[in-house]
Antibody, heavy 121, light 108 residues
Framework: QVQLVESGGGVVQPGRSLRLSCAAS????????MHWVRQAPGKGLEWVAGVSYDGSNKYYADSVKGRFTISRDNSKNTLYLQVNSLRTEDTAVYYC??????????????WGQGTLVTVSS | DIVLTQSPGTLSLSPGERATLSCRARQSVSSSYLAWYQQKPGQAPRLLIYGASSRATGTPVRFSGSGSGTDFTLTISRLEPEDFAVYYCQQYGSSRWTFGQGTKVEIK
């Protein structure tokens, strides 16, 4: 069965960096687009970034462009999100989500359980 | 970005009642690339509907989606106790995936 397991969250000071990981199993990781979606405490869902199956195409929300970098290692079945210059408003649960097809313009058919990033001094 | 507005913000209903949730887009959603997700407290979102009206694997038949262009609806024909949750619509037809702000379906 499809499993997505995020890790790397924690408490970090404003301006610092983190790298989030999402370990995938149960499907051919290299055949699907992948995304990161976040949810601030008590708030709704916000799409953050997406990457195509082969890593050649990447897209970002305006709120994180230039600070966050999405990448993937298909040999390790792992998705990453490098988050730099963190702000208090980046505090959220970060979910990785699998696109339902090889390209990115698909709905998200599986989600991980999320990893919490808290930005606080 | 395609802005999605969901209404109402909260829907207070009793088990067995019908729920009608609305999602309106500020501009047309191409090819009905509109999905609905359910989220319960402390859990990740779960895909219910894609392509505006196709049920995902495991979605009960009491859930149905309809609409096109800028107006979409999620209907739950008869609410079961496990259906009380927050529901989000999402468009995936552009390179800026966006979600609505959510509709909470609560027990009256």
């Amino acid at each position: 069965q499809v499993q997505l397991v995020e890790s790397g969250g924690g408490v970090v000071q404003p301006g610092r960096s983190l790298r989030l990981s999402c370990a995938a199993s149960g499907f051919t990781f290299s055949s699907y687009g992948m995304h990161w979606v976040r949810q601030a405490p008590g708030k709704g869902l916000e799409w953050v970034a997406g990457v195509s199956y082969d890593g050649s195409n990447k897209y970002y929300a305006d709120s994180v462009k230039g600070r966050f970098t999405i990448s993937r290692d298909n040999s390790k079945n792992t998705l990453y999100l490098q988050v730099n210059s963190l702000r208090t408003e980046d505090t959220a649960v970060y979910y990785c989500a699998k696109a339902a097809g090889v390209q990115l313009f698909y709905y998200f058919d599986y989600w991980g359980q999320g990893t919490l990033v808290t930005v606080s001094s | 970005d395609i802005v999605l507005t969901q209404s109402p913000g909260t829907l207070s209903l009793s088990p067995g009642e019908r729920a009608t949730l609305s999602c309106r887009a500020r501009q047309s959603v191409s090819s009905s690339y509109l999905a609905w997700y359910q989220q319960k407290p402390g859990q990740a979102p779960r895909l219910l509907i894609y392509g505006a009206s196709s049920r995902a694997t495991g979605t009960p038949v009491r859930f149905s989606g309809s609409g096109s262009g800028t107006d979409f609806t999620l209907t739950i024909s008869r609410l079961e106790p496990e259906d009380f949750a927050v529901y989000y619509c999402q468009q995936y037809g552009s390179s800026r995936w966006t979600f609505g702000q959510g509709t909470k379906v609560e027990i009256k």
